[in-house]
């Protein structure tokens, strides 16, 4: 039962570019959403957050969209660099739980 | 401030071991998270554990997996009589508290287990 899902599993961007990695969930207890970049082997480290009472959080070029009623959020890295290609995980919580996606892997050319 | 730390970095182990992951939290952190990474897959939750308690294991197998986070000492994941199917990467994390909206996981660099 995949309750956070990814759908695309690449995305090829150019340097200066905005980059939009989406994520679509199927529960609606969840009420607190996060991202979280990966570089190859080493874990996961926390980029963004967002509560289910907001619609938008932003930090500096990172910013994460939340759409309730689709079920579905966004983060949007502009200008993406080419340190941003990493493994980008959308993750959702309730009470102790935290659900994982499969990951987006993103390419930022230069 | 050390974060959270995994070791060993590699295991490699036969069919039929016993391997054990070991996991210490940031400073100060009472609550330690399982993962697992299948290759191809996201990150699989597998026992949450606040100072010698489980408090979640509903994503760890019945059979063969136990963890624990003793009062001293670092958290332990153990499975026993390995199989080629428990070939992962196995991440730790830690929060500061149990409440996802101002406590963000952290997590180690994992530790990769390999079944020959």
């Known amino acids: 039962d995949q309750q956070v899902k990814q759908n695309s599993p690449s995305l090829s961007v150019q340097e200066g570019r905005i980059s939009i990695l989406n994520c679509d969930y199927t529960?609606?207890?969840?009420?607190?959403f996060l991202w979280y970049k990966k570089y190859p082997a080493e874990g996961p480290t926390f980029l963004i957050s967002?509560?289910?009472?907001?619609d938008k959080n932003e930090d500096g070029r990172f910013t994460v969209f939340l759409n309730k009623s689709a079920k579905h959020l966004s983060l949007h890295i502009v200008p993406s660099q080419p340190g941003d290609s990493a493994v980008y995980f959308c993750?959702?919580?309730?009470?102790?739980?935290?659900?994982f996606g499969a990951g987006t892997i993103l390419r930022v050319k230069s | 401030n050390a974060g959270v730390m995994q070791n060993p970095r590699h295991l490699v182990r036969r069919r039929g071991q016993e391997a054990r992951l070991r996991c210490s939290p940031v400073?100060?952190?009472?609550?330690v998270y399982w993962y697992r990474q299948l290759p191809e897959e996201g990150l699989k939750f597998m026992v949450y554990?606040?100072?010698?308690?489980?408090?979640?294991e509903s994503g760890m197998p019945k059979e063969r997996f136990s963890a624990e986070f003793p009062k001293e000492g670092p958290s332990i994941l153990r499975i026993q009589q390995v199989v080629r199917g428990d070939s992962a990467a196995y991440f730790c994390?830690?929060?500061?508290?149990?409440?996802?909206?101002?406590?963000?996981?952290?997590f180690g660099n994992g530790t990769r287990l390999t079944v020959t």
């Open positions: 967002i509560s289910s009472i907001k």
């Open positions: 400073k100060g952190h009472s609550h």
């Open positions: 529960n609606s207890m969840f009420d607190y």
């Open positions: 994390a830690s929060s500061q508290t149990a409440n996802r909206n101002n406590s963000p996981l952290h």
């Open positions: 993750a959702a919580s309730y009470g102790n739980k935290l659900v």
């Open positions: 554990l606040q100072k010698e308690n489980i408090i979640d």
